[in-house]
Every structure is written in structure tokens, then in C-alpha cells.
């Protein structure tokens, strides 16, 4: 499984990006997906995640400002963000995930920059 992560960039405090995750070489639609973030010093921690099945969740943090979605026919999952805040600053990673006869399948793409200036 291959997951491209791409749409981070450099942001002011107030505005929007989306993020995209493109996957290839698997079945992505039986995949949960999620996007995950580590700031400087940080842990990486969960922002967004989506099941196989549509159900989503979302960190406090961001809760009323980010949004995740997935497209099966494209084999894509987004992040929306808005009012982005510097805090949000960190590379942004995407993540499938499924289970399968006791074995954990887990991938991970490659991570974009957010910066978010005050």
C-alpha cells in the first residue's frame, strides 16, 4: 500500500487548507484512514480519522474546524482545515488501517508541512 500526502503549505492564522491522501496498490474502500500530526518536540498524535464505513472523529483540538472525508472512487481521503491556528502547525501524515485474520495492516504516507503564522 502506497499513500501519498500533498496540500500543506504556509498559511496566516485564520485561513484554510485541505490536505489530500492518495492511496494505491490495495482495496482502499476496506481501509479506516486518519491523519495524524507531530509539531517540533511533540508526540504524534490523532487529529481525524474515517472507518471503512464513513463514521468519523476528530480531536478536541480541532472539533468545529477540521473536517475528514474519503473518496472511495478516487482512492483518496482529505482533511479539511479552517480557521487554522499557529498551534496547528506540524507535518501532517496519513494513515490506513485494517485488520484481516488477527494481522494488523498498517501504513503510513509521508508527511506534509502545515505552517500556520500568526
Known amino acids: 500500500v502506497q499513500l501519498q500526502a500533498f496540500g500543506g503549505g504556509l498559511v496566516q492564522a485564520g485561513g484554510s487548507l485541505r490536505l489530500s491522501c492518495a492511496g494505491s496498490?490495495?482495496?482502499?474502500?476496506?481501509?479506516?484512514m486518519g491523519w495524524y500530526r507531530q509539531a517540533p518536540g511533540k508526540q504524534r498524535e490523532l487529529v481525524a480519522a474515517?472507518?471503512?464505513?464513513?463514521?468519523?472523529n476528530v480531536a478536541d483540538s480541532v472539533k468545529g474546524r477540521f473536517t475528514i472525508s474519503r473518496d472511495n472512487a478516487k482512492n483518496t481521503v482529505y482533511l479539511q482545515m479552517n480557521s487554522l491556528k499557529p498551534e496547528d502547525t506540524a507535518v501532517y501524515y496519513c494513515n490506513a488501517e485494517r485488520w484481516g485474520g488477527g494481522i494488523r495492516y498498517n501504513y503510513w504516507g509521508q508527511g506534509t508541512q502545515v505552517t500556520v503564522s500568526s
Open positions: 474515517i472507518t471503512s464505513g464513513g463514521s468519523t
Open positions: 496498490g490495495t482495496i482502499f474502500s476496506i481501509y479506516g
